[in-house]
């Protein structure tokens, strides 16, 4: 691996490095530097002061609810536990024709064979964090023994935070090698990339994380753990919204985007899918390009929407 400098191959790894280090300052330099974080609170704001009504409708909280990745991740989490959360989405299904059901249940590695034995819900798909979540301060070759672990017990989903310890020393070659062979693991899987928007706290710093994790292979970008840090905020999601945008137009692809940490009512989550929308288009507004994770949220909506 690149950190391993101890080699007599005659390659001159200074040099590489320096190689390694445009290539990502390169990539950098594709996207538009960020406004002042003042100057994005005030275009959010501006932004959700215009278009906020006219997205509070029942259409819109059906469709976002077809978008949630129901969640539980806590220390006391139990087999029991998680079945009950299962039945939860078993029991909804078919209830409401014209309510999706949510995207996804999302927990621990440990519960996917759970989840996997109890889901009898059509189309919701099996998420699991890995890869040394919420602090990623393990060895890389844990990170990916988790996820392969995760993958074969049944996950259609992986959710792994950035290494933010590199991101601080500027060691993004470590940060996307990381990625990569995470990516890897998850084979069919889809990877979901947590910036830990909250830690990173700065505009700039987000919108050179998102950056990372697309050009690393990251099939959605994530806000936030919701452990130990704020979670998501409107600007940190229009930061990441705009990188979004600006790589789809480079490259042709889209990567999706999940808002995590905090979303616990249906306002919330209204304001959300409102800058996602007017920053990204409709092409977004789906379970395979948007997700919200939260536990509370469902019940809040479905509790609006009624019986």
Same mark, same amino acid.
């Given at each position: 691996?690149?950190?391993?400098?101890?080699?007599?191959?005659?390659?001159?790894?200074?040099?590489?490095?320096?190689?390694?280090?445009?290539? !990502?300052?390169?990539? *950098?330099?594709? *996207?538009?530097?960020?406004?002042?974080?003042?100057? +994005?609170?005030?275009?959010?704001?501006?932004?959700?002061?215009?278009?906020?009504?006219?997205?509070?409708?029942?259409?819109?909280?059906?469709?976002?609810?077809?978008?949630?990745?129901?969640?539980?991740?806590?220390? +006391?989490?139990?087999?029991?536990?998680?079945?009950?959360?299962?039945?939860?989405?078993?029991?909804?299904?078919?209830?409401?024709?014209?309510?999706?059901?949510? $995207? $996804? +249940?999302?927990?621990?590695? /440990?519960?996917?064979?759970?989840?996997?034995?109890?889901?009898?819900?059509?189309?919701?798909?099996?998420?699991?964090?890995?890869?040394? *979540?919420?602090?990623?301060?393990?060895?890389?070759?844990?990170?990916?023994?988790?996820?392969?672990?995760?993958?074969?017990?049944? $996950?259609?989903?992986?959710?792994?935070?950035?290494?933010?310890?590199?991101?601080?020393?500027?060691? !993004?070659?470590?940060?996307?090698?990381?990625?990569?062979?995470?990516?890897?693991?998850?084979?069919?899987?889809?990877?979901?990339? +947590?910036?830990?928007?909250?830690?990173?706290?700065?505009?700039?710093?987000?919108?050179?994380?998102?950056?990372?994790?697309?050009?690393?292979?990251?099939?959605?970008?994530?806000?936030?753990?919701?452990?130990?840090?704020?979670? $998501?905020?409107?600007?940190?999601?229009?930061?990441?919204?705009?990188?979004?945008?600006?790589?789809?137009?480079?490259?042709?692809?889209?990567?999706?985007?999940?808002?995590?940490?905090?979303?616990?009512?249906?306002?919330?989550?209204?304001?959300?899918?409102?800058?996602?929308?007017?920053?990204?288009?409709?092409?977004?507004?789906?379970?395979?390009? *948007?997700?919200?994770?939260?536990?509370?949220?469902?019940?809040?909506?479905?509790?609006? /929407?009624?019986?």
């Amino acid at each position: 691996m690149a950190h391993e400098h101890n080699c007599s191959c005659g390659h001159d790894h200074d040099h590489d490095h320096d190689d390694q280090m445009d290539k !990502y300052h390169e990539a *950098f330099t594709k *996207f538009e530097p960020v406004a002042t974080d003042s100057k +994005i609170t005030e275009t959010v704001n501006a932004l959700v002061e215009k278009h906020y009504k006219e997205n509070f409708t029942p259409e819109v909280l059906k469709q976002i609810h077809g978008c949630i990745d129901l969640t539980s991740l806590t220390s +006391i989490d139990t087999k029991e536990s998680i079945w009950k959360l299962v039945d939860k989405v078993n029991d909804f299904e078919g209830t409401r024709p014209d309510v999706p059901n949510v $995207a $996804a +249940i999302c927990t621990y590695p /440990l519960f996917v064979e759970t989840v996997k034995q109890a889901l009898a819900a059509q189309n919701v798909k099996i998420a699991s964090v890995a890869a040394g *979540f919420p602090s990623s301060q393990t060895f890389i070759e844990v990170k990916i023994a988790e996820t392969a672990m995760a993958v074969m017990s049944g $996950a259609d989903e992986i959710d792994v935070v950035m290494n933010l310890g590199y991101f601080m020393e500027e060691n !993004y070659e470590e940060i996307a090698e990381e990625l990569q062979e995470i990516k890897e693991s998850c084979r069919e899987a889809k990877l979901k990339v +947590i910036l830990e928007t909250g830690a990173l706290a700065t505009a700039a710093n987000i919108r050179k994380a998102s950056i990372l994790a697309i050009y690393s292979g990251a099939d959605f970008i994530k806000t936030s753990t919701g452990k130990g840090y704020p979670g $998501a905020t409107p600007e940190a999601v229009y930061t990441m919204c705009k990188v979004l945008k600006t790589y789809h137009s480079i490259a042709g692809r889209r990567v999706g985007i999940k808002i995590s940490g905090g979303v616990r009512t249906a306002e919330d989550a209204v304001k959300y899918y409102t800058i996602v929308k007017e920053v990204l288009g409709n092409e977004w507004l789906n379970n395979e390009l *948007f997700r919200i994770g939260a536990s509370s949220l469902v019940e809040d909506i479905e509790h609006r /929407l009624g019986k």
